[in-house]
């Protein structure tokens, strides 16, 4: 085979362009919504506990106005007072950081018997900062009360002007005794600027309060806490749950491999869905068409009626279908019984083979007990027409070749020539010879089978079957030439029961009559492929 045909024959593997658009990760969230309803209701439930159980804050604000005083009056040196600078803001600034000292603290604590340490009352429940580009500095407090807030900030204002007043009292006393003896022993004629500066100081030092500061705006209790705010936590909550439920979302989606919408295997593989097939309740697998729903049992009449067509369309005469997946669990074998079913059903010739020599599970779902099987006839022990068993209710158009012995060791059959004669045998007795194998990516067993059907029929089930596996599958057909027809999908929504899925119009109500020449039992019915009227 040329390089070219190769290319060729693994283009299937190559995805289509596709625009990754606004509906992929919609559908991405769609298909985990569980998650991110989990991770919503978590974290409200989680900002509802906070509000419920949150200690209650209040915050109350007192407004000191700065007065800097002039530089130019040397009476004012060396006093401490905030003098007028070229920036008006730093004045501000300097006695924003003058209203939360220590020593101003330890007053307010030992005034209103406040049961904290002095550092945690300066860190944690206060802080004094400028006013936008005014004079004014604000000094907000915290509480748990709203009388407590609006004291504790009033005390601090309070206190504060205090503090200076009691530094510019004692810097004033200290300069006076000299500033009179420089008085006395200068000339009087000449004494006049020592006078001002004299009456000045003794001004400031009868005066009240303290000449750089003046409480404007005193704290009043608030009418509401500032925290918690029951809208704004919930909020937060409910923001916070969506963004880690749709980011868990896609990270889950990124390193989680499975399949979980159709939209993922068209992204990569260039392979036709034949059928999809709805969730069962029953989780016991495989399973046969009476245990199915109707609609399910119409998803596998889809399957048949695509296959007869493709059929039709190349060339006619018996076909090979092998069923297999990429790993087990995956609805092979239910695909295969029930294809081979719904294809006795419409009048076929069938002959259903299990082909799992490791895990065989065709006979026990169909109720068989085979004496002489699949083994058997590999090793030239039995004929293949000797070792069919008859499917009840088809009258003979279904047979099955089960496994009477099963073992790692036998899976090594395959590679006798008998496979590819007992294959030949099979189109001669039946119009479609269905093979459920065991999965190639996990054994490999039935390589030589895959390489003598027609078509090669994959099962993926949505929530189970992994990108991965499916990928290693598609490499190990490609390498051996091999192009699947197309995809089953196991395990999609399911539809709603109307009267087109009821048993009585589907594939279950054939099944039940097939007895006799089901030729002349399914002449009234219409083909799958044809319109209704």
Sequence with gaps: ?????????????????????????LATVRERLRLVILAVVVTMGAAGAYVATAEKTYEAEAQVQVTPFSNANPAFAGLGLILAASDPLRAVETASALMTTREVAERVRDRLGVMTSTENLIEHKLKAEPVAESDLVAIVARDDSAQGAADLANAFAEEAIAVRRDTLEKEIDASLPALRAELEAT????????????????????????????????????SAPVAPRPVLSVAAGLLAGLVL???????????????????????????????????????????????????????????????????????????????????PSEGKTTTAINLAWSLAAAGNRVILIDADLRRPSVAKTLGLEPRVGLVGVLLEQVELKHALIPVAG???????LAVEHEGGWIAELYALPTTRRMITKARELADYVIIDSAPLTAVIDALPLARNADDVVLTVRLGRSRLTDIQRLGELLADNGIVPAGFVLIGTERPAETGYYHPQRGGKAVVARGRGDLREQVASIPDATEPSG
Aim: glycine content about 8%.
């Design 187 to 222: 000339d009087p004629v000449t004494a006049d600027t020592l006078r001002i500066e004299l009456a000045t100081l003794e001004r400031l030092r009868a005066g009240a309060g303290h000449p750089n500061f003046t409480i404007v705006a005193e704290a009043a209790p608030p």
């Design 1 to 25: 085979m040329s390089n070219e045909d190769n290319s060729q024959r693994a283009a299937w593997l190559q995805p289509a362009p596709e625009e990754q658009g606004l509906a992929q990760y």
């Design 394 to 400: 088809h009258g003979g158009y279904l047979n099955a």
């Design 245 to 327: 439920g749709i980011g868990g979302a896609f990270t889950l989606q990124a390193i989680d491999p499975r399949v979980r919408r159709e939209e993922q295997l068209r992204r990569r593989f260039r392979l036709p869905i034949f059928a999809r097939v709805p969730r069962q309740r029953s989780r016991a697998l495989p399973l046969s068409p009476e245990r199915l729903s109707s609609s399910a049992v119409e998803a596998y009449r889809t399957l048949r009626s695509t296959l007869v067509v493709r059929a039709s369309i190349m060339g006619g005469g018996p076909r090979v279908i092998l069923v297999t997946g990429s790993s």
